[in-house]
């Protein structure tokens, strides 16, 4: 069977928020879970909050352009574990009903791109998401992940890459 768009996006999509949701729940067991929320790797940049807000935010602009609907405003209000918890599952069972051959359909579609306030012209759907969007989710997964070691959180490699190397194909 051919790797697919839906492959290249949704499913790794499916793994990112698998990881951090992952994350999250051990964040949430620790002594100093509620001095995590808010910490961030430097004082120049964004707590753990709002990184997952971010993987929220552009995952939710991905499932969109790819099943070709508008996207769900996502707010960057999250204060709580369980809020973060339920937003991610929320998002994991979107990214769960996603159908295949619409994915797959909507590749070529052309679009306006932009990174932040700058217009990247239009590009395709595939482009976008697995070229802007994508590394960006990542981005921001692994910044929370740095966030958590910072504070102490016992981790390994593993707790970041097992969702991905588990996550469903379909």
């Not at 939710?60 to 599952?89: C, D, F």
Request: charged letters at 20%; proline letters at 5%; glycine letters at 6%.
């Amino acid at each position: 069977m051919p790797y697919t768009l839906y492959d290249g996006s949704i499913v790794q999509a499916k793994g990112a928020i698998a990881s951090l949701i992952h994350l999250v729940e051990l964040a949430e067991k620790q002594s100093n879970a509620d001095a995590i929320l808010t910490a961030s790797l430097h004082p120049t940049m964004k707590p753990f909050t709002f990184q997952i807000f971010v993987v929220l935010w552009l995952t939710e602009m991905m499932l969109a352009k790819l099943t070709g609907r508008e996207a769900a405003s996502v707010e960057n209000n999250i204060t709580t574990y369980t809020e973060a918890k339920e937003r991610l599952g929320a998002l994991q069972k979107a990214l769960s009903e996603a159908d295949k051959d619409v994915v797959n359909s909507n590749g070529d579609k052309l679009g306006p791109v932009k990174m932040g306030p700058t217009d990247l012209g239009e590009h395709t759907a595939a482009y976008h998401c697995t070229s802007i969007l994508l590394p960006n989710v990542y981005f921001h997964l692994t910044t929370a992940y740095g966030i958590m070691r910072k504070e102490g959180v016992p981790l390994e490699k593993v707790d970041y890459l097992t969702s991905f190397v588990k996550a469903p194909t379909a």
